[in-house]
């Protein structure tokens, strides 16, 4: 019989890099879990992401145990990775920081395509330039 699920808590945390203190501390404190368990847990399984943020799911049963699922690095995460930069433009409507080529549209959809709410490649494309365009960088038509 599976266990009783008390909730689900969705975390972004940089891979290899959770520790007690806040957000981790806050959001996962009220509900009892073993703070210190948590990170060695999700540390141990993302050390080998390098500085990706790596969204993960937290299912907290009832006796406060917990199970992890990881999401595959934010589309911003990895159009700021394929253009080297540190950060999206301020004002993206009239500044443009960076251009992506069809081809590395085509990979960062490629890669994130489970976690997106889209049926083929071309579609998961669509949302990854939605989102370069809101980050202020342009794509190949």
């Not at 549209?105 to 990854?128: F, P, Y």
């Not at 809101?134 to 038509?141: A, L, Q």
Request: net charge positive.
């Amino acid at each position: 019989m599976a266990k009783p699920i008390k909730t689900t808590l969705k975390l972004q945390l940089p891979a290899g890099k959770a520790n007690p203190a806040p957000p981790v501390g806050t959001a996962l404190g009220p509900h009892g879990l073993n703070l210190m368990e948590f990170c060695k847990a999700f540390n141990d399984a993302t050390k080998s992401e390098g500085d990706s943020v790596i969204p993960v799911v937290i299912t907290v049963y009832e006796d406060r145990s917990f199970s992890l699922e990881f999401k595959k690095p934010p589309v911003s995460d990895a159009i700021k990775k394929a253009l080297k930069l540190q950060k999206g433009a301020k004002d993206p409507l009239r500044e443009k920081i960076g251009k992506l080529t069809k081809a590395q549209v085509r990979a960062i959809a490629e890669n994130k395509m489970e976690d997106l709410n889209a049926n083929d490649v071309e579609a998961a494309m669509k949302i990854v330039e939605g989102t370069a365009r809101s980050m202020g960088v342009e794509t190949d038509k």
